[in-house]
């Protein structure tokens, strides 16, 4: 299952108690303050990890609570810190506060740390010469994990254009596919390996109109395609569900450049999908020229076409 946005509930360690503590013996007669500090509350870190490509783990654990400093003891012992409680997240995860929406950070390095809540300070203990003092309470919060793909290219266009045919026949990529609409539900990673270079792409699932304002769940999807290096444009050249392969390029680019405006300046590659069926040649020489592009023509499920295009792809990253 691919998770890409959950809410968790975070609380760092209370600082430790400072000790109160009289050290007498026959030589000091009104005794010496001899009381330990306490030790500092847990941090709680968010870390991210390479090795984990979804949210999932957080749907089945959702609280975090550090541990809290070791109270002060007499003859000037001061307590132990409380280890950090470090929460392991996949590179590209965006951490936010639940309340405000306020963006704490972009982690988009492997091992980037975020310390999203302070452990409490330990109180002072009485060989400061004053009255020990308690330690620091801590106060929980919630925040919002939302995961961004980090991808070179991501496939983009209508539900059923032949973006999972497409990543399935270019890469080992396992994308569902079905000659039906949202076959697939969740991004989809796959490594391309093409001559002496290796690139990743992300299958996003389809776009219709109005997924920049959540249709369809588009603006959830819309999002993986923020940290992609170029967007390649899949159109259903076919026509076969009685639209029109011009009408689809101008909506998804419409839908992009709503959701973001630097989506519509990302480099965009048009492929013409499904030349295989007798209607597309038709349509193809028709949406060329009136889109006055390069358009690359393949068949996804034929694999024809496939080594210009991915030529094409390579030379633009």
Same mark, same amino acid.
């Given at each position: 299952?691919?998770? !890409?946005?959950?809410?968790?509930?975070?609380?760092?360690?209370?600082?430790?108690?400072?000790?109160? %503590?009289?050290?007498?013996?026959?030589?000091?007669?009104?005794?010496?303050?001899?009381?330990?500090?306490?030790?500092?509350?847990?941090?709680?870190?968010?870390?991210?990890?390479?090795?984990?490509?979804?949210?999932?783990?957080?749907?089945?654990?959702?609280?975090?609570?550090?541990?809290?400093?070791?109270?002060?003891?007499?003859?000037?012992?001061?307590?132990?810190?409380?280890?950090?409680?470090?929460?392991?997240?996949?590179?590209?995860?965006?951490?936010? !506060?639940?309340?405000?929406?306020?963006?704490?950070?972009?982690?988009?390095?492997?091992?980037?740390?975020?310390?999203?809540?302070?452990?409490?300070?330990?109180? &002072?203990?009485?060989?400061?010469?004053?009255?020990?003092?308690?330690?620091?309470?801590?106060?929980?919060?919630?925040?919002?994990?939302?995961?961004? &793909?980090?991808?070179?290219?991501?496939?983009?266009?209508?539900?059923?254009?032949?973006?999972?045919?497409?990543?399935?026949?270019? %890469?080992?990529?396992?994308?569902?596919?079905?000659?039906?609409?949202?076959?697939?539900?969740?991004?989809?990673?796959?490594?391309?390996?093409?001559?002496?270079?290796?690139?990743?792409?992300?299958?996003?699932?389809? &776009?219709?109109?109005?997924?920049?304002?959540?249709?369809?769940?588009?603006?959830?999807?819309?999002?993986?395609?923020?940290?992609?290096?170029?967007?390649?444009?899949?159109?259903?050249?076919?026509?076969?569900?009685?639209?029109?392969?011009?009408?689809?390029?101008?909506?998804?680019?419409?839908?992009?450049? %709503?959701?973001?405006?630097?989506?519509?300046?990302?480099?965009?590659?048009?492929?013409?999908?499904?030349?295989?069926?007798?209607?597309?040649?038709?349509? &193809?020489?028709?949406?060329?020229?009136?889109?006055?592009?390069?358009?690359?023509?393949?068949?996804?499920?034929?694999?024809?076409?496939?080594?210009?295009?991915?030529?094409?792809?390579?030379?633009?990253?």
């Amino acid at each position: 299952m691919f998770v !890409d946005s959950v809410k968790i509930q975070v609380k760092a360690g209370d600082g430790g108690r400072g000790c109160n %503590s009289i050290y007498r013996d026959k030589y000091t007669r009104e005794g010496v303050p001899d009381g330990g500090g306490g030790g500092n509350g847990a941090d709680i870190i968010i870390r991210t990890d390479r090795n984990l490509q979804t949210l999932l783990d957080f749907k089945y654990k959702r609280q975090f609570i550090g541990a809290h400093g070791q109270h002060g003891s007499g003859n000037d012992k001061r307590g132990r810190d409380a280890a950090p409680v470090i929460i392991r997240v996949p590179v590209g995860t965006v951490v936010k !506060d639940a309340n405000t929406g306020l963006v704490l950070r972009d982690l988009s390095l492997p091992n980037q740390d975020l310390i999203v809540a302070k452990g409490g300070k330990g109180g &002072l203990g009485n060989h400061h010469r004053h009255e020990a003092s308690p330690g620091e309470i801590t106060q929980s919060r919630e925040l919002t994990l939302e995961l961004k &793909l980090i991808a070179d290219v991501g496939l983009v266009g209508f539900p059923n254009a032949g973006k999972s045919t497409l990543i399935c026949a270019i %890469s080992r990529a396992n994308s569902k596919i079905g000659a039906y609409h949202f076959t697939t539900k969740s991004p989809v990673l796959g490594v391309v390996n093409f001559k002496d270079k290796n690139f990743i792409v992300a299958d996003i699932p389809g &776009l219709i109109q109005g997924s920049s304002e959540g249709r369809g769940l588009g603006d959830q999807f819309l999002r993986h395609v923020e940290r992609t290096r170029i967007l390649v444009h899949i159109i259903d050249m076919s026509g076969v569900e009685g639209r029109d392969p011009l009408d689809d390029y101008k909506i998804i680019n419409a839908e992009l450049k %709503s959701y973001n405006k630097q989506l519509g300046k990302k480099p965009q590659i048009v492929v013409a999908n499904k030349m295989d069926l007798p209607s597309s040649r038709e349509n &193809l020489a028709s949406f060329k020229k009136k889109l006055k592009k390069k358009v690359y023509p393949i068949s996804a499920l034929q694999k024809d076409g496939l080594e210009e295009f991915l030529e094409a792809i390579s030379k633009q990253l």
